[in-house]
């Protein structure tokens, strides 16, 4: 089982030549083959449980070979650690953060952030479930699913380009349905995030251990695992009920989809 099997992750894999010579010579050597998931999950487990600060030194990065041709999704350890410091502080009041986090390990994030604060993470994670807007980036011909030795595994992988065209239907869907409003702003800044990669990147979502809770979440239903999922489709024929202005379309499409990500979080409670 994977180190962190909760996890998912959203990455962009940019040309191993849109980085610079330096490294792109360090990047050069990892082989395709390498556990880079593995080696990741356990340097992020290791730091929950021995709280040391994220190094700000050559950090690893995922690797993608695609028709030739090398794409990078480096790591971004510091910048995430900082996102995720940054998150959760505006999320407490300041009298209550520095009960859950030790200041000495504040101020070592901290010692660098302007140098941290401008970079920007190749990936995004979420913990138990996954972002429906994550969905609206791919079509089912963009899926890969089978089992390897971590188990079930669902990867979703298209062209940066198609992935902006999808986002940005997805955003105009949910604003001529709704209006401005926290839904509408989350997939704005997906896009936003997408924006700033090369034009020749690929995005790919991994659903990390998930899938193996998934599948056994559509068994235990009565379907037939991974084969069962059709998050993709959901999501599609969600936004398609929107654009159309037919609520009772994009109202069967976001159920089926909360419905059966809802018993995949349920297994956190369970653990």
């Known amino acids: 089982m994977r180190p962190t099997p909760y996890v ?5 894999y940019e040309p191993i030549t ?8 360090r990047w050069n050597q990892i082989a395709v083959t390498s556990p880079t998931g593995w080696d990741e999950q356990k340097k992020a487990l290791r730091r929950t449980i021995v709280t040391e600060p994220p190094a700000l030194k050559p950090d690893g990065a995922h690797v993608l070979e695609h028709e030739g041709k090398r794409y990078i999704a ?19 009041p300041v009298t209550l953060s520095k009960f859950f986090l030790p200041q000495k390990i504040e101020d070592a994030i901290n010692v660098n ?15 138990w479930t996954i972002p429906p807007r994550w969905f609206a980036l791919f ?26 065209q999808r986002c940005l239907f997805a955003h105009q869907a949910v604003v001529n ?34 899938a193996v809770y998934l599948e056994k979440s559509i068994v235990e ?21 929107l654009a159309a ?15 059966r990500w809802r018993r995949v979080a349920s297994f956190e409670q369970a653990m």
Do not use: M
């Open 139 to 164: 079509e089912p011909s963009d899926r890969v699913r089978g089992t390897n030795e971590d188990g079930a595994y669902t990867i979703l992988r298209t062209s940066i380009s198609n992935a902006k």
């Open 245 to 259: 202005g037919d609520g009772a379309l994009a109202g069967q499409g976001y159920e089926r989809l909360v419905t």
């Open 177 to 210: 349905a709704f209006g401005n409003g926290p839904i509408e702003q989350e997939i704005a800044d997906l896009l936003q995030w997408l924006a700033i990669f090369n034009d020749q990147s690929i995005v790919e979502c991994d659903y990390g251990g998930l």
């Open 18 to 25: 849109a980085f610079k010579p330096d490294d792109q010579a």
């Open 74 to 92: 480096p790591w971004s350890t510091a910048a995430r650690c900082w996102a995720a410091l940054d998150d959760f502080k505006s999320s407490l």
């Open 113 to 127: 952030s302007e140098v941290v604060e401008d970079k920007v993470s190749h990936i995004i994670t979420a913990t």
């Open 221 to 241: 239903n009565g379907e037939p695992g991974l084969n069962a999922d059709t998050s993709i489709e959901d999501v599609a024929k969600s936004l398609a009920g």
């Open 8 to 12: 998912a992750s959203l990455r962009v």
